[in-house]
T-cell receptor, first 114, second 115 residues
């Protein structure tokens, strides 16, 4: 059972480049989300989705786009990378079928923007 | 404005003793609280949670206490083991927006358990 899978594990970008962070889950979870973790800042919500075709902004959405065409996948796009986007990115999912079902996190993508 | 605060960045305890990790929140709408544990190079994993209708929840060596009037919760680990050394995040949510979904996290506490 793979759970939440994130690729790549590491990525280095130059300022202005674009890229997509991939996230896939095999638990048929309705809810998916992206967080970033920065030193001294904890985890902050970027975007989230409550089902295919539905996305919404979190606390720090600027500079990121998302889409949810399938239940399984929730990619995060950086259109023009900036050094301020250097961070560790975590994708997470959970089920609405169980009350209080906790978030399941992937192992993260460490992104450096130079 | 930080709505979930973990004011102590680190804690060191002796193996076998109790670890007490504290968390404060400012948003009175929060009614569901969780603790996550994170090892280096891994994602956070769920540890224990508590609904605001309770003041205590226990799971093995882990107990979470909630004091709603003080907007304070704490995680007790007894006895502490070296494998408990990790970063612990406190998180909170509002149930009617999805108790398990849109979480607000604290900055985390690094727990070191000395053998």
């Amino acid at each position: 059972n793979a759970g939440v899978t994130q690729t790549p594990k590491f990525q280095v970008l130059k300022t202005g480049q674009s890229m997509t962070l991939q996230c896939a889950q095999d638990m048929n979870h309705e809810y998916m989300s992206w967080y970033r973790q920065d030193p001294g800042m904890g985890l902050r919500l970027i975007h989230y989705s409550v089902g295919a075709g539905i996305t919404d902004q979190g606390e720090v959405p600027n500079g990121y786009n998302v889409s949810r065409s399938t239940t399984e996948d929730f990619p995060l796009r950086l259109l023009s990378a900036a050094p301020s986007q250097t961070s560790v990115y975590f994708c997470a999912s959970s089920s609405f079928r169980q009350e209080y079902s906790p978030l399941h996190f992937g192992n993260g993508t460490r992104l450096t923007v130079t | 404005d930080q709505q979930v605060k973990q004011n102590s960045p680190s804690l060191s305890v002796q193996e076998g003793r109790i670890s007490i990790l504290n968390c404060d929140y400012t948003n009175s709408m929060f009614d569901y609280f969780l603790w996550y544990k994170k090892y280096p190079a891994e994602g956070p994993t769920f540890l224990i949670s508590i609904s605001s209708i309770k003041d205590k929840n226990e799971d093995g060596r882990f107990t979470v206490f909630l004091n709603k009037s003080a907007k304070h919760l704490s995680l007790h680990i007894v006895p502490s083991q070296p494998g408990d050394s990790a970063v612990y995040f406190c998180a909170a949510s509002v149930v009617n927006t999805g108790a398990n979904s849109k979480l607000t996290f604290g900055k985390g506490i690094t727990l070191s358990v000395r053998p």
